[in-house]
């Protein structure tokens, strides 16, 4: 039977990012208690990530790597899970068909899972491109308000205005409870 499936960005929607790029990454407290509601109910999550840095030489293909065993590994240990971490390293001239808005991450995630993108969730704080995405892939979007998510509701609406979120949610843990109050 195809699964729910829930798409969680990673730079201010699951953690911030205090010096600009992964390798600072840590995660918000609340993200943990969200992956574990969603492990619980037994949704798969998946993270997608844009990650131009690679492309423009600031990180490495290598240290990236590093940090995505190091989160997997964080999330182990505090009892979470994610069933995978997909990520577009390309710039915008690379004419990629990964980078979000583009649909190319969710298409990986759908080789390896049975998935129902109707029945499933794109989780993020930028308008542009998580709320787009959710769009192109007929699913629906939550906009938090971590991160850039203010932002992207004020000055930043006019980059994405012919979408709406479903939702617009305090943090990811407000986002994944009104997932689950949809879903009982
Ligand atoms: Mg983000
Ligand atoms: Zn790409």
Redesign the pocket.
């Given at each position: 039977m195809s699964r729910q499936a829930i798409f969680i960005?990673?730079?201010?929607?699951l953690g911030g990012e205090p010096l600009g790029d992964i390798l600072n990454f840590s995660f918000y407290d609340f993200s943990i208690k969200a992956i574990k509601l969603l492990n619980k109910n037994s949704l798969l999550v998946f993270i997608i990530?844009?990650q131009s840095h690679i492309a423009k030489g600031y990180l490495t293909m290598e240290q990236y790597e590093n940090c995505v065993k190091e989160l997997i590994h964080e999330l182990e240990l505090r009892g979470a899970k994610v069933d995978g971490i997909y990520c577009c390293p390309h710039g915008r001239g690379d004419g990629c068909d990964c980078k979000k808005p583009l649909p190319g991450l969710v298409k990986q995630a759908q080789k390896d899972y049975d998935i129902d993108l109707s029945k499933s969730y794109v989780v993020?704080?930028?308008g542009c491109?998580?709320m787009i995405l959710a769009k192109n892939i007929g699913a629906k979007g939550i906009l938090v308000r971590t991160?850039?998510g203010e932002g992207s509701l004020n000055e930043y609406r006019h980059t994405w205005q012919d979408v709406t979120a479903n939702y617009v949610a305090n943090n990811i843990l407000d986002a994944v409870n009104w997932i689950l109050s949809k879903k009982f």
């Amino acid at each position: 039977m195809s699964r729910q499936a829930i798409f969680i960005d990673l730079q201010g929607t699951l953690g911030g990012e205090p010096l600009g790029d992964i390798l600072n990454f840590s995660f918000y407290d609340f993200s943990i208690k969200a992956i574990k509601l969603l492990n619980k109910n037994s949704l798969l999550v998946f993270i997608i990530t844009n990650q131009s840095h690679i492309a423009k030489g600031y990180l490495t293909m290598e240290q990236y790597e590093n940090c995505v065993k190091e989160l997997i590994h964080e999330l182990e240990l505090r009892g979470a899970k994610v069933d995978g971490i997909y990520c577009c390293p390309h710039g915008r001239g690379d004419g990629c068909d990964c980078k979000k808005p583009l649909p190319g991450l969710v298409k990986q995630a759908q080789k390896d899972y049975d998935i129902d993108l109707s029945k499933s969730y794109v989780v993020g704080d930028m308008g542009c491109t998580d709320m787009i995405l959710a769009k192109n892939i007929g699913a629906k979007g939550i906009l938090v308000r971590t991160g850039v998510g203010e932002g992207s509701l004020n000055e930043y609406r006019h980059t994405w205005q012919d979408v709406t979120a479903n939702y617009v949610a305090n943090n990811i843990l407000d986002a994944v409870n009104w997932i689950l109050s949809k879903k009982f």
